[in-house]
T-cell receptor, first 115, second 112 residues
Framework: GAGVSQSPRYKVAKRGQDVALRCDPI?????LFWYQQALGQGPEFLTY????????KSGLPSDRFFAERPEGSVSTLKIQRTQQEDSAVYLC?????????????FGSGTRLTVV | QQQVKQSPQSLIVQKGGISIINCAYE??????FPWYQQFPGKGPALLIA?????SEKKEGRFTISFNKSAKQFSLHIMDSQPGDSATYFC???????????FGTGTQLKVEL
């Protein structure tokens, strides 16, 4: 597609509910990143993939967070037993490769509100 | 630990003026310093980026100044326009730009 597509755009979850957030990267982009952006803050790294391999998941805040990219294209970020502190915008980005010669393209994000 | 500190938090500039946003970093291993622009409801978009072997980079109205010894870098927006009103983030990464560490953002408003 023309850009990085994320769905849903908005998600309201009751505390304790599981959620799944989807990211469709730009076609052909091998690298995919997830970031969490709290209100009024800069994005914070969660995890990234090169093709289907998850190369770094050091930013995932707890074992309730899980990301996958089974076929090296679409990725899903799953949050189990959501808590109020999980409320944030979840941003996905993709790039042609790894390294500073390859800029990120971000999606518009999924705004998660846990009530 | 906040590895990239950004200031000011908000900024109001008159149309045609110069907007200046500053960032300081702690990790000397950082080797890539991009700036991102974010409009409400959108993801950040790359504006301009610099490597530490260069002291200044200019692209159109946007200039990054980089001071390696002080571990500081700044974004200058010349001839600021109302359409520049957005939130700006500095960021840094090491080892090729894979994992970005962002600053806390500067909300810029350009008034007529």
């Amino acid at each position: 597609g023309a850009g990085v597509s994320q769905s849903p755009r908005y998600k309201v979850a009751k505390r304790g509910q599981d959620v799944a957030l989807r990211c469709d990267p730009i076609s052909g982009h091998v690298s995919l990143f997830w970031y969490q952006q709290a209100l009024g803050q800069g994005p914070e790294f969660l995890t990234y993939f090169q093709n289907e391999a998850q190369l770094d998941k050091s930013g995932l805040p707890s074992d309730r967070f899980f990301a996958e990219r089974p076929e090296g294209s679409v990725s899903t970020l799953k949050i189990q037993r959501t808590q109020q502190e999980d409320s944030a915008v979840y941003l996905c980005a993709s790039s042609l490769g790894l390294g500073r010669n390859y800029g990120y393209t971000f999606g518009s994000g999924t705004r998660l509100t846990v009530v | 630990q906040q590895q990239v500190k950004q200031s000011p938090q908000s900024l109001i500039v008159q149309k045609g003026g110069i907007s200046i946003i500053n960032c300081a970093y702690e990790n000397t291993a950082f080797d890539y310093f991009p700036w991102y622009q974010q409009f409400p409801g959108k993801g950040p978009a790359l504006l301009i980026a610099i490597r530490p072997d260069v002291s200044e980079k200019k692209e159109g109205r946007f200039t990054i100044s980089f001071n390696k010894s002080a571990k500081q870098f700044s974004l200058h927006i010349m001839d600021s326009q109302p359409g520049d009103s957005a939130t700006y983030f500095c960021a840094a990464s090491r080892g090729g730009g894979n994992k970005l560490t962002f600053g806390t953002g500067t909300q810029l408003k350009v008034e007529l």
